[in-house]
């Protein structure tokens, strides 16, 4: 039997001593250009700050919570045929997730500075549009066309 994964201990970033963002500059980082992405993060925060008025990590919260999924689909192989069976996220997945379709919908953008695109991504999802709203929709629809095989999700 495998042992159990040991979770990583994150620390929080030392602006706004949040383990979120902290984990949203890491998701950023390329090739361990940890201080590059920081610049990126807060430099989008001050552009919201700038464009909003809020305050950003509140935006940016809101923005996490608006591109989380509810439901995925997850292939299940059941008697030589796969079927695609929705089930709920966890929360950790929910966040993993979150993070990576906004980042996406960020650099899927052409013609701007990352802090912009990030910025103007994380607004969106606080207003409910964007690429990573986009692909939430779409995973929900998934999971609502295949809701005929959730009785698999809790066999075996």
Sequence with gaps: MRR????HKIAPDPIYSDVVVSQFVNKVMKRGKKTTAQKIVYSAFNIIKQKTNKEPLEIFKQAIENASPILEVKPKRIGGATY???????????????VKWILDGARAKKGKPMAEKLAQELIDCVNNQGNAIKKKADTHRMAEANKAFAHFARSR
């Design 4 to 7: 159990a994964y040991k979770k």
């Design 84 to 98: 695609q069976v929705p089930m709920e996220v966890r929360g950790e997945r929910k966040l993993a997730l979150a």
